[in-house]
């Protein structure tokens, strides 16, 4: 039986291959190799492992990985939490190796998952003028965007069918004061001519009165008096 390492040991091997993807340790005292990615041979970017590592080097490596696949056990080194003077645990808490698992998990898209949130607080900042938060905790700079919280969907369908009712009255009540505004010049033609009519008919009134007047008035005229003078003078005369 091959003893293996354990996980997150640190050994020093041999390079046996070299690829395009990485290169293939010989683990001491055993005949199994493991394989350092060139994603972990350095911090920095590596395109070529050639450039890196070269067939018969000897590597500082730490044992970050065990996998049984297809009946073969396959085991995965890092030569940059190591360092490759001296062989020590650059990374003995194993940091970087739960980052570097966090960056290969595959992305969820959550878009069309619906969001609810809960114990929404019912105010009004004070420095932007969004709803749900206090000015302490608002984060939004001076002259910078606003940001404040989305309507659900029941509250859209609640504020349209509002705005489609006050469109409505707003409706009714146009054609309602245009309905009065047409009765009230209706109203007004009538008056006008009935104080029309009232007018003639006082006008025709008083001139019969004046009529009644003159002629059972006891003064005489002045054709009467002329006549009356004229009879008297022929009196005298005769």
């Given at each position: 039986?091959?003893?293996?390492?354990?996980?997150?040991a640190?050994?020093?091997?041999?390079v046996?291959?070299?690829?395009?993807?990485?290169?293939?340790?010989?683990?001491?005292?055993?005949?199994?190799?493991?394989?350092v990615?060139?994603?972990?041979?350095s911090?920095?970017?590596?395109?070529?492992?050639?450039?890196?590592?070269?067939?018969?080097?000897?590597?500082?490596?730490?044992?970050?990985?065990?996998?049984?696949k297809?009946?073969?056990?396959?085991?995965?080194l890092s030569?940059?939490?190591?360092?490759?003077?001296?062989?020590?645990?650059?990374?003995?808490n194993n940091?970087?190796?739960?980052?570097?698992e966090?960056k290969?998990?595959?992305?969820?898209?959550?878009?069309?998952?619906?969001?609810?949130?809960e114990?929404?607080l019912?105010?009004?900042?004070?420095?932007?003028?969004?709803?749900?938060?206090?000015?302490?905790?608002c984060?939004?700079?001076?002259?910078?965007?606003?940001?404040?919280?989305?309507?659900?969907?029941?509250?859209?369908?609640?504020?349209?069918?509002?705005?489609?009712?006050?469109?409505?009255t707003n409706?009714?009540?146009?054609?309602?004061?245009?309905?009065?505004k047409?009765?009230?010049?209706?109203?007004r033609?009538?008056?006008?001519?009935?104080?029309?009519?009232?007018?003639?008919?006082s006008?025709?009134?008083?001139?019969?009165?004046?009529?009644?007047?003159t002629?059972?008035?006891?003064?005489?005229?002045?054709?009467?008096?002329?006549k009356?003078?004229?009879?008297?003078?022929?009196?005298?005369r005769?």
């Amino acid at each position: 039986m091959e003893v293996l390492p354990e996980l997150y040991a640190i050994f020093q091997g041999e390079v046996a291959t070299v690829t395009e993807y990485g290169a293939f340790i010989k683990i001491p005292g055993c005949r199994k190799q493991g394989l350092v990615h060139k994603t972990h041979m350095s911090c920095c970017r590596v395109d070529k492992p050639s450039e890196i590592v070269d067939v018969g080097d000897k590597v500082w490596v730490k044992l970050i990985g065990k996998e049984m696949k297809d009946d073969k056990l396959k085991l995965s080194l890092s030569m940059k939490v190591v360092n490759q003077g001296t062989g020590k645990d650059l990374d003995p808490n194993n940091v970087s190796l739960d980052q570097d698992e966090r960056k290969k998990r595959t992305f969820r898209d959550y878009t069309s998952q619906k969001i609810t949130l809960e114990a929404v607080l019912n105010t009004v900042c004070k420095k932007c003028g969004c709803k749900g938060h206090f000015a302490k905790e608002c984060f939004v700079q001076p002259g910078g965007t606003k940001y404040s919280l989305i309507p659900e969907e029941e509250e859209e369908e609640v504020a349209a069918a509002g705005h489609e009712r006050d469109k409505k009255t707003n409706l009714a009540d146009d054609s309602s004061k245009k309905r009065k505004k047409k009765k009230k010049k209706k109203h007004r033609d009538k008056q006008s001519s009935e104080s029309d009519l009232d007018s003639s008919d006082s006008d025709s009134d008083g001139a019969q009165l004046a009529s009644k007047r003159t002629k059972h008035s006891g003064k005489p005229s002045k054709a009467q008096k002329k006549k009356k003078k004229k009879k008297h003078k022929k009196k005298t005369r005769d």
